[in-house]
């Protein structure tokens, strides 16, 4: 856990750049601060490894004060990934991705061996590690970026606007590859980025920074986007929330009709298998647009249904076969209920306190 | 015939004081020696400029002042301090050699993206290994052109060590001028040049293997077209 208690940052000049900042960021997670620029985030992010020394206030990381250890040491024992990597480009890939063990004494030859693995880890092809960053496309360097942050298997990482320098695509990518590392590996992260869409996508947390380096709020995406505790966190949050919101509801939690249910006068048709062909009625067969499975979430349902013909959405089990439908209204009834009980679950601890 | 001098091979004996290989030599000496002087002094100096930023301004005012500063009179004042000798000759020529090699330096370790110290910083270097780990292997192409530089100015002023009552390859510029042996100049002259041209060459030799292929473009050929990885279908992950 990596606490901030009462951080502030102050300039010189007499700019704020964070201001009494207290702040948990649970172990084996995803925290995102998100926020627009100059807001404090990157500061905070960078006060975290001592890259910047707060002014007043403490930060711990498992209890510890970060500044009980020399600066060099400590951030050997946590992962650091910047914006467009930041890779060094007179060291072949393999010899950035040794970097830190071999600064805590590992031998370069073990570090090197090690360093292979890890490429393959983040998606890279082993034989790229001879060649130099300026052969490597953007992606491949921030990868290579990533591979670098955890070599020494630092339980936390920091991330600085990891993804914001290569395009859409690449970043989708990338994005995915994280969630999916982070799967295996469990780090701590903390990741700074300005993209509202990447931290909700991202964070199992989300801080969100407002102007003059106030925490406007810090909450689950899911709870960001239901709720915003304010007018600021809700123009951030942007267009749409209500919809993107149940992409962290789970679909299975509508009740299903069965699969022969006639509506409004169409019938699912079926091969024999009971795999839907498509739905039967007075204009023909027109097709499902689609069907949902196991874990799908309540956005993905959503849009099954709006597709339809019928209005429904067809689940179907792993082999396929349609085992049930979602109709219209009794989506619309789930996501009515979860989004009372969601917005109750909030009010109730302000008004007990 | 103005080449005679040059061409007779009596002048290229090994033994012979006044012969080329021994002139070579000793020109060879007073230019090693002033660049490595030269180098100790103000290697440092623009290393430590150029990686904490401060004293930035000085330095290179300093610089410039060194360098419009005329050697020969450089030279004069030194003899009038300490007399006849490898020291004042010594001292004229370090005082050529520093502004190059410090200006370069220093503009070369500044020159390393800020990103890139920032990534060494966060990784857990201390700021010496910033500095020496990374700061100077990138700086490195820029640093070896600095000191180029010097060693083709030490090399062609190191002829007033003749002036100074020392060897050298000044000696036949000045006896041949004095003694209007104008093949002994040209010869000297000529023989100059070809030195100069020669360590540049080892220099520039130099800067290749001390170069990474990463720094100086040797190791960006190849750039992958697609920005998707080799080896990993489209759409899969």
Redesign the interface.
Known sequence: MIEFEGVTKRYPDGTVAVEDLSLKVETGQITVFVGPSGCGKTTALRMINRMIEPTSGRILIDGDDVTSRPEALLRRDIGYVIQAAGLFPHRTVLDNVATVPVLQGVSRREARASARGLLERVGLPANLGERYPAQLSGGQQQRVGVARALAADPPVLLMDEPFSAVDPVVRDDLQQELLRLQGELGKTIVLVTHDIDEAIRLGDKVAVFANGARLAQYAPPADLLAAPADDFVSSLVGRDRGFRGLSFTDGSQVALKPVDHTVDGLTLEVDRDGRPLGWRGPDGLLPTEGTFGDGANLRTVTDLVILSPAGAAVRVDAEGRADGLVLLEDLAGSVRSQQRERLAALATPEEAG | MTLDYLLDAANWSLTSPDGFPQRILEHLGYTFLALVIAAVIAFPIGLLIGHTGRGALVAINLGNAGRALPTLGVLMLALALVGIGLVPVTFALVVLAIPPILATTYAGIQSV?D??V?????????EA?IAWR?EV??A?PIIIGGLRNASLQVVSTATIAAYAGLGGLGRYLFDGLATLQYDKVVAGAIVLAVLAVAIDLALAGAQRLLV????D?R??????T???????PAGA?
Do not use: K, L
């Not at chain 2, 190791?219 to 992958?224: E, K, L, S, T, Y």
């Not at chain 2, 697609?226 to 990993?232: E, F, I």
């Open positions: 993206a990103e890139t920032d990534a060494a910083r966060g990784v857990g270097m201390t290994q990374v292997p990138i490195m990474s292929p990463g720094v473009g190791g960006a050929g190849n750039r992958p697609t920005a998707r990885p080799a080896g990993r992950g």
